[in-house]
């Protein structure tokens, strides 16, 4: 089984068990197979086997072992790009379908629990968004006007947030959003899956994935799923090779956990605009503060510590009930040239392969819709939303902000050129990891605990980027679209779809 996507253990993660399935360990067959058991391949699967079709799921790691687990879990139609944005980009018709399919997606969470009965801590509240400090107000103006036209007709000006601790200015209010711990959520969903007849398979890596009329997945152990349609879940497409990730770029983003006196903060989601923006919420209990933030390009920076340090710096000079630090924790968003998922037929692929991704920073209700979205493309029926999340679709104002990443990717290649992180292996302290170079090859080394090197080639087998290593989480980080993988190697995050190549140690 692989390692999580990251050393550091969210809220969710301490506080509830998943269950656990086997290894899929013979060849088998489905209406649809769903490789990746994150919200988007869960939620497509309930729906899928609800709507009477066979379905398979595998995921290599444990079930809700990717991002899911590392999300804050703000249920929102108030979406991280400004809806004056997504009219600019998707028209004003866009604007009004996004609204309405993350109100949707909101809708169906809730129907959900209710139908299941899933104690998930589901709970509606209002969200509010507001400036940094001595900015003009003038933008959340424009955002209320153009959240109206979109059909949220409630979304209003208030003073200030409920937040007596410090005053947020005039603030924009989001009616009805919601929050839900996504671990008890996923694990009830999971178990309705198999009770509807489903089947999940974990620790089973997908290595090669087929469309047409005999579709199939290989498993790395050499085993077969075949099926009349593919769903690849996996958070960034491991199937695709380029179409795609030209098209979104992998951020990190930090989150911290602060104990605070209960009910001293009033219950809400909280963001500012500043870039990047800030997101609060708290626990069921009111007890404990998540403020989240620090975002970067992944494999772009490694002083995670100090980003941790800004958060809580951030933190405790607007909540002064503040007490200990007691999670920290980070992930990764996958941020699209126009704000809005990838979900449907994956380009340039046969006409039974799918693909759910491009979360923009809206992953939970993202993965809701696409599982709402290819629920219906996978049974031939007509979908409102299908054409806005269309997976080839070109939004011609995203161009400036396509060329700045594609500029940004091609600078990350000049890792081929530079010296290592250290000169030697013997340099590599027990616990850490760093790239040499050794001739013109650049190695990824890690020395465990014990002190016994483990070195792998540093080129991502993605397309030949130098991973970089993050020190908070203990992997290897691709700087070109985001693919990671543990210390040993192992893949954790596409759009690779397979590890890096141990190397020998060079006898000393
Ligand atoms: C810190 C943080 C805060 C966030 N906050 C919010 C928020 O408040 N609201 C919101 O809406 N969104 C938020 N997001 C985004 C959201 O959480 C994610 O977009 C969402 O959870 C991703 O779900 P997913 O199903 O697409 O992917 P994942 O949960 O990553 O699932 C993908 C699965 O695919 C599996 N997999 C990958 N490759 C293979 C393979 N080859 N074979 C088999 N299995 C494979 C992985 O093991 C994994 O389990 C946040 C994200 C982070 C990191
Ligand atoms: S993720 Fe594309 S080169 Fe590494």
Redesign the pocket.
């Given at each position: 089984m692989?390692d999580h996507?990251g050393q550091s253990i969210?809220v969710w993660m301490a506080t509830a068990e998943l269950p656990s399935f086997s290894k899929l360990l013979m060849n088998e067959q489905a209406d649809v197979c769903v490789?990746?058991?994150?919200?988007?391949?869960?939620t497509t699967a309930y729906l899928l086997g609800r709507a009477g079709k066979s379905v398979i799921v595998?995921?290599?790691?444990p079930?809700?072992?990717?991002?899911?687990?590392?999300?804050?879990?703000?249920?929102?139609t108030a979406l991280d790009d400004r809806y004056f944005d997504l009219e600019r980009l998707h028209g004003e018709k866009g604007a009004r379908l996004a609204a309405e399919s993350h109100s949707a997606a909101i809708n169906r969470i809730e129907e959900i629990v209710c139908e299941e009965h899933i104690d998930c801590d589901f709970e509606r509240l209002n969200g509010y968004l507001f400036m940094p400090p001595g900015k003009s107000t003038g933008i959340l103006d424009r955002e209320m006007a153009a959240a109206q036209r979109a059909g949220l007709s409630d979304v209003h000006m208030v003073a200030r947030a409920p937040i007596t601790s410090f005053d947020t200015g005039r603030t924009l209010c989001f009616p009805r959003q919601a929050q839900i711990h996504?671990i008890k959520y996923l694990a009830a969903l999971a178990q309705a899956i198999t009770r509807d007849g489903g089947r999940i398979y974990t620790g089973?890596?997908?290595?090669k994935i087929e469309g047409g009329k005999s579709a199939r997945i290989n498993t790395q152990d050499g085993h077969t799923v075949t099926a009349s349609a593919i769903v690849v879940?996996?958070?960034t497409p491991?199937n695709d090779l380029l179409a795609i990730h030209t098209k979104q770029a992998a951020y990190r983003?930090?989150?911290i956990g602060a104990t605070v006196p209960a009910g001293s903060i009033s219950k809400g989601?909280y963001w500012d605009t500043s870039d990047p923006y800030h997101?609060v919420?708290l626990s069921v209990g009111s007890d404990v503060l998540f403020v989240?933030g620090e975002d970067h390009k992944t494999g772009q920076a490694d002083d995670a510590e100090a980003r941790y340090l800004r958060l809580e710096k951030w933190a405790r000079s607007r909540f002064s009930m503040m007490t200990d630090i007691v999670f920290r924790?980070?992930?990764?968003?996958?941020e699209t040239v126009d704000g809005l998922a990838f979900i449907g037929r994956n380009p340039m692929d046969e006409p039974n392969v799918y693909i759910?991704?491009g979360?923009s920073?809206?992953?939970?209700?993202?993965?809701t819709i696409?599982g709402m979205v290819l629920t219906d493309l996978i049974q031939g029926r007509d979908n409102a939303w299908a054409t806005l999340y269309e997976p080839s679709r070109k939004t011609l104002g995203a161009l400036k902000i396509f060329a700045k990443e594609t500029l940004n990717v091609a600078a990350q290649y000049a890792g081929w050129v530079t010296p290592g992180d250290v000169k030697k292996d013997v340099l590599v302290p027990p616990g850490s990891g760093a790239v040499i170079r050794r001739g013109l090859k650049k190695i990824a080394v890690y020395r465990d605990d014990a002190g016994k090197l483990h070195e792998m080639s540093a080129v991502c087998p993605h397309l030949e980027g130098i991973v970089a290593w993050n020190p908070a989480e203990k992997t290897w980080d691709c700087p070109c679209h985001g693919s990671r993988f543990d210390r040993f190697g192992k893949?954790?995050?596409?759009p690779a779809?397979t590890d890096l190549p141990a190397e020998e140690p060079p006898a000393h």
């Open positions: 692989k996507a969210s490789v990746g058991a994150g919200i988007a391949g869960l595998l995921d290599d790691g079930i809700v072992s990717g991002e899911t687990e590392r999300t804050t879990a703000h249920l929102m996504p089973t890596h997908a290595a879940a996996t958070n491991v983003t930090y989150v989601l997101y919420r989240g924790w980070s992930g990764q968003v996958m759910a991704t979360d920073g809206n992953g939970m209700t993202h993965g696409a893949v954790v995050n596409g779809i």
